[in-house]
């Protein structure tokens, strides 16, 4: 058996990835309004159209709810999208949705920034809530 037949078992980040949950605990100062802002500058999934990978920086800001999300769990849970086929406005959508459902935050706006490929730049801010003064 070559080496390349061989059953190959997955390095511990390809399972912590596969298993991520987005994780949340209290909200410290739930009857203050505050923001949190949060850039994963490394997002890649893959063009559902031609296979070629994207590559974007997310910027979310939210207001939390009654809970906050953990980052470790924010990242597991981007990366989970590397080898994923999908529509830049797909992903942004789905993000943002599966971040409300984890933390019910008062306001949260997901900005998903994507590399120029092929001369044609885009940008895709999609958003929940209504945004308080803090």
Not at 21 to 42: Q, V, W
């Amino acid at each position: 058996m070559t080496s390349s037949e061989q059953t190959r078992t997955p390095r511990y980040g390809e399972r912590a990835i596969a298993e991520a949950e987005l994780i949340c605990f209290d909200n410290p100062r739930p009857g203050r309004p505050y923001e949190i802002a949060i850039t994963l500058p490394e997002f890649t999934c893959l063009c559902p159209f031609s296979g070629y990978p994207d590559f974007a920086t997310l910027r979310l800001l939210y207001q939390p709810g009654p809970r906050v999300m953990e980052l470790k769990a924010i990242k597991l849970y981007v990366n989970g999208y590397r080898n994923r086929s999908i529509s830049h406005e797909e992903a942004a959508n789905r993000i943002l949705d599966d971040f409300v459902a984890a933390c019910e935050p008062c306001w949260m706006q997901l900005e998903a920034d994507f590399n120029p490929r092929g001369n044609v730049h885009t940008v895709v801010r999609v958003s929940h809530g209504s945004r308080q003064d803090c």
